[in-house]
């Protein structure tokens, strides 16, 4: 004989479902009674970006540390990028040479790096591309503001050197008149003296003319 479900075995499985919603939906409820937002599941995440705060943090120790802190951020950063030189470290040390402040700041050596790895953006996520171009932007500011204070500190010494030499000609040709007066005051002092004794020469001949007369 044949048996058909009962109504009680629909209900008991619906049952089941219906509660466990509700306990869900409990929980949710008493999350948002404590004032916690609804936790979802992590979906895309950026890996670049948590690199990148990895990059930022170190840039911050490097601004604000000590002469030691910052030796030893940039010995790490160089050894890292010698012994496994990948994009990452790379950067890295890159950054680390763009950031001005402390004894190995080297504007120049970041520069080069930083084109290297742009050359190669598809190694870099894309916060990282963004990163590198940001500091390679800032690196050439300062090349070219440094080019510009040596240019303007050659031109003030050039100037300076004109100025100089200008003085010393100057001085040379007052020098040079002031040897040319005394010469020609020693020969008027000649003159005068020669023009003296003439004259007492002739004077003392007229008066023993007289004399004898």
Request: net charge negative; hydrophobic share 40%.
């Amino acid at each position: 004989m044949l048996r058909f479900p009962t109504q009680n075995t629909f209900i008991r499985p619906i049952s089941a479902m219906l509660l466990l919603a509700a306990l869900g939906g409990c929980a949710q409820v008493d999350e948002w009674l404590r004032g916690k937002e609804p936790q979802e599941a992590p979906s895309n995440i950026d890996v670049g970006t948590l690199t990148t705060d990895k990059y930022l943090h170190d840039l911050y120790r490097l601004a604000s540390g000590d002469p030691a802190t910052q030796a030893e951020i940039f010995a790490d950063s160089e050894a890292a990028a010698t012994l496994t030189p990948d994009a990452s470290t790379r950067l890295r040390l890159a950054l680390v040479l763009a950031t001005p402040g402390h004894a190995e700041a080297n504007p120049e050596r970041a520069q080069d790096i930083f084109r290297d790895l742009l050359s190669q953006a598809e190694l870099l996520s894309t916060t990282e591309v963004s990163l590198a171009m940001i500091h390679l932007q800032n690196v050439e500011q300062q090349l070219m503001l440094r080019r510009e204070a040596n240019r303007l500190r050659e031109e003030s010494a050039r100037s300076a050197n004109t100025e100089q030499r200008a003085i010393e000609q100057r001085i040379a040709k007052v020098e040079a008149d002031n040897r040319a007066l005394r010469q020609a005051l020693t020969e008027a002092e000649q003159k005068l003296d020669a023009i003296t004794t003439i004259e007492r020469s002739i004077r003392e001949q007229t008066e023993n003319g007289n004399n004898q007369q």
